[in-house]
């Protein structure tokens, strides 16, 4: 087994190489804004430090969100590119599963990452393996009541401490921890899905409003 993983679901451009027993090479910067830029030179990077070539890959593991539709897009659609040209299985899991993995908490919590807008986008758990809730998007304030008293971590979490007094680390998920969690899920004979983007909103791209279409006479 050799798992590529990426995520771009959150400012974090994340790459990591599983081999199946663990993490042999990862990469993470954190640019919210290059994520097309970063994305490719980041899997040469680790293909490099690993000393493996991409062909040698038996598996894809794409976060799936929820995030910003440009950034979510550039992860999904290269995990997809790499599926059709080496002919193998791509696998989606949830950016705050991964998150929530790397948190390693046994008692409940709240994962939430920043969602732009004065919104977070969040759900509860269990354990750092049992998701409670489906993932949502909303105002910290308007969520209060579901989250109080609970620890928290994200970038969501840490930018409104009123919502969110317990929050920490880790800020953005790392495509290592979300290769841990597929393959460990993979091991256990539970069926990943193919990564479909969780977009939870529209696109922040709108057509102006007043629009006028211009065609030749």
């Not at 990862?26 to 000393?51: M, N, T």
């Not at 599963?97 to 790397?102: I, N, Q, S, T, V």
């Amino acid at each position: 087994m050799l798992l590529l993983a990426l995520d771009t679901a959150t400012p974090a451009v994340t790459v990591a190489l599983h081999d199946g027993d663990d993490v042999i090479a990862s990469s993470s910067q954190v640019d919210a804004r290059r994520h097309g830029e970063l994305l490719l030179p980041a899997v040469d990077r680790v293909l490099a430090e690993a000393g493996l070539r991409l062909d040698a890959v038996t598996g894809i593991v794409a976060g799936t969100g929820p995030g910003p539709y440009t950034g979510l897009r550039v992860g999904l659609m290269t995990a997809d590119t790499f599926g059709l040209a080496l002919g193998v299985p791509v696998h989606g899991v949830c950016t705050l599963d991964g998150l929530a993995y790397a948190a390693d908490l046994d008692g409940p919590f709240v994962v939430a990452t920043d969602a732009r807008r004065k919104e977070v986008y969040w759900a509860r758990y269990a354990d750092s393996r049992t998701r409670l809730t489906e993932p949502a998007v909303g105002r910290p304030a308007d969520i209060a009541g579901e989250v109080a008293g609970l620890p928290a971590v994200g970038a969501g979490a840490l930018l409104y401490p009123d919502t969110f007094p317990r929050a920490h680390e880790p800020e953005h998920v790392s495509a290592a921890a979300l290769a841990r969690l597929a393959v460990e899920r993979l091991k256990a004979g539970e069926e990943l899905p193919a990564p479909r983007p969780l977009y939870l909103r529209r696109p922040d791209a709108q057509v102006p409003k007043n629009y006028k279409v211009v065609t030749p006479k």
